[in-house]
């Protein structure tokens, strides 16, 4: 082992340590996906994006219905999972081209920051799930008002 | 390296098969999938005896959003995803979707109904039905023997 130079004042490492912080505030959580990989064969596409107010994640699930859909919320784990079930078995067609992917499927966001849990909101239009995590009041940036007096 | 003889008849011979390989599969060819279109939305293909179904995978667009054309047996599945990031979002954490424009081009194999091709569009999922023209259709005869 070589002996390196000390920085206690380098900035390197904290910023670093910042960035980490702020880009895991929707991290995809590995453990738990690798844990349960092994019967699920596809994984939606997902945007997540920020607002002042809450985190908007949108995945798409073009073709599943609504009663195949589960989302869990779970020691700042938010888990969809689901299944697209396959239409057609019928021996009387001839499968011409086949791109599209069936059956389970199951994906998990580890949340690293406070959402109000009971608040969580998800809905599913035009083959897109949309789920909306409010932010708690505390992690809010708050606005202060300053007044001018006459 | 060293110097290899230049045949300028291979070069043509190999578009000539690659042209050949596009026409000769049955609606294999997307012909227009290396062009400059960002996306290619997944779809399955499969026929039965009447006619062809189209299931293409278009989550979040909508009935206006999809431009469908059939010209000289080629059938042309269009359209575009425009981003919803808006002024409000403070950050984006994940972007893993595709938007953009699209554009698909199949050769149909056999004559079809221009006139009743059907389509719809549910969750996301666009379902074209296209139905055989009737001289491609098997026909069956009964033979009666007196």
Redesign the interface.
């Known amino acids: 082992m070589k002996l390196v130079h000390f920085y206690p004042n380098s900035l390197n490492g904290l910023t670093k340590e910042i960035d980490s912080v702020f880009?895991s505030?929707?991290d995809e959580s590995t453990r738990v996906n690798t844990e349960r990989k092994s019967d699920h064969n596809w994984q939606p596409?997902?945007?997540?994006?920020?607002?002042?107010d809450a985190?908007l994640l949108?995945a798409?699930?073009?073709?599943?219905s609504k009663d195949d859909l589960k989302i869990e919320f779970e020691d700042s784990v938010l888990r969809i999972s689901g299944e697209r079930k396959s239409n057609?078995e019928?021996e009387?067609?001839?499968?011409?081209?086949?791109?599209?992917?069936f059956g389970k499927f199951n994906r998990s966001f580890k949340v690293n920051t406070r959402v109000n849990a009971d608040k969580i909101e998800a809905g599913?239009e035009?083959?897109?799930l949309t789920i909306t995590l409010p932010k708690s009041e505390e992690v809010k940036p708050k606005s202060i008002k300053v007044k001018v007096g006459k | 390296m060293s110097l290899v003889r230049w045949n300028p008849g291979k070069d043509l011979f190999s578009i000539q098969n690659d042209m050949n390989r596009f026409v000769d599969r049955f609606f294999s060819p997307d012909l227009f999938d290396q062009d400059s279109f960002g996306w290619l939305p997944s779809i399955d293909v499969s026929e039965d005896k009447d006619g062809f179904l189209m299931n293409m995978e278009l989550p979040g667009l909508k009935k206006d959003d999809v431009n469908i054309t059939l010209t000289d047996g080629l059938l042309t599945i269009e359209g575009e995803r425009k981003s919803e990031i808006e002024n409000k979002d403070v950050n984006v954490h994940r972007v893993e979707r595709r938007y953009g424009k699209f554009r698909r081009t199949f050769k149909l194999p056999v004559a079809v109904k221009s006139d009743k091709i059907d389509a719809t569009f549910k969750d996301g999922l666009l379902t074209i039905n296209i139905p055989k023209a009737e001289v491609v259709k098997p026909k069956q005869i009964d033979v009666k023997i007196s």
Do not use: A, H, M
Request: proline share 3%; net charge negative.
């Open positions: 880009n505030f929707f596409r997902v945007d997540v994006r920020e607002t002042e985190f949108v798409e699930l073009p073709g599943i057609s019928d009387n067609i001839n499968v011409l081209r086949s791109e599209r992917v599913y035009n083959g897109l």
